[in-house]
């Protein structure tokens, strides 16, 4: 099963009203997350950089909201200024914001180099600063919003080659709970989203694909390989009315690996 084809359970009008941003929305994660979004009533920014998205448009537009495509590097403080402006023009206003944009590139540690550790940082939590600096303050002068960072469980775990990753990917953690503490009063939510391994076309063409999955289903609790969708639920969760109260936390789906 595609990402488009995301079964997970959609709350229609859940969200009616509301408008989601999500980035890195082109493929796997992030695409399976702005259609739940759109199935769940809100209208979707996708927000993508280096792939077309040309399915998760598709797919958002047949759940009958509006949607807004614009290509960017979060990474970039201009790109996301420039990313504001559109979003503020079509829309007005980011009521949830989805910063899923992530790069894994497997490097040891020994032989990396400065230039390669600040790329690594610089889209994995760079870009959660930047994309947050433009849009959560609108939120809290609206006083209400719901960021979701995402993470990831390798940080809880460590891994071998992905010294840089797993930094960036706790530094996430930090931020979010830090940033939880300082938009409370304005009743905006700020949490953490931390998958396990899964299954994209990214995680199917890496380098260390033959294998991988199999090491952590034999780790997992629940012995099937992740997928995007399985991701859905817990962010419709997060962005709606019934997650109100939960914030600065880190909702761990992974299938149970990173307990074993």
Not at 2 to 18: I, Q
Not at 23 to 38: D, H, N, P, V, Y
Not at 140 to 158: A, D, K, L, Q
Not at 217 to 237: C, I, M
Request: glycine share 10%; charged share 20%.
């Amino acid at each position: 099963m595609s990402a488009v084809e995301n079964t997970g359970g959609p709350t229609p009008g859940r969200l009616k009203g509301r408008v989601a941003l999500v980035s890195g929305a082109a493929q796997g994660i992030g695409q399976a997350l702005a259609i739940r979004l759109a199935q769940d009533g809100a209208d979707v920014v996708i927000a993508a950089h280096k792939q077309p998205p040309d399915a998760t448009e598709a797919a958002v537009k047949a759940a009958g909201v509006e949607s807004l495509v614009h290509h960017v590097d979060v990474s970039l403080e201009q790109d996301v200024a420039d990313l504001a402006a559109a979003v503020t023009d079509r829309f007005g206003r980011v009521d949830i914001l989805v910063n899923n944009a992530g790069a894994y590139p497997m490097q040891g540690f020994l032989e990396m180099t400065y230039e390669q550790w600040r790329e690594t940082f610089a889209i994995n939590i760079d870009s959660v600063f930047h994309m947050c600096r433009a849009f959560v303050p609108g939120m809290v002068e609206r006083r209400f919003g719901r960021v979701i960072n995402v993470s990831s469980t390798s940080y809880m775990e460590g891994m071998e080659n992905y010294t840089h990753y797993n930094a960036a990917k706790a530094a996430v953690v930090g931020f979010t709970r830090s940033l939880a503490i300082e938009v409370g009063p304005a009743e905006v939510t700020a949490n953490v989203l931390a998958p396990g391994l899964v299954r994209t076309p990214t995680t199917d063409s890496g380098p260390q694909a033959d294998g991988m999955f199999e090491g952590f289903l034999a780790e997992q609790a629940l012995k099937r390989t992740e997928t995007p969708a399985d991701l859905a639920g817990a962010v419709s969760w997060l962005a709606s009315e019934d997650a109100s109260f939960v914030t600065g936390q880190t909702v761990v789906v992974d299938g149970g690996w990173h307990f074993n």
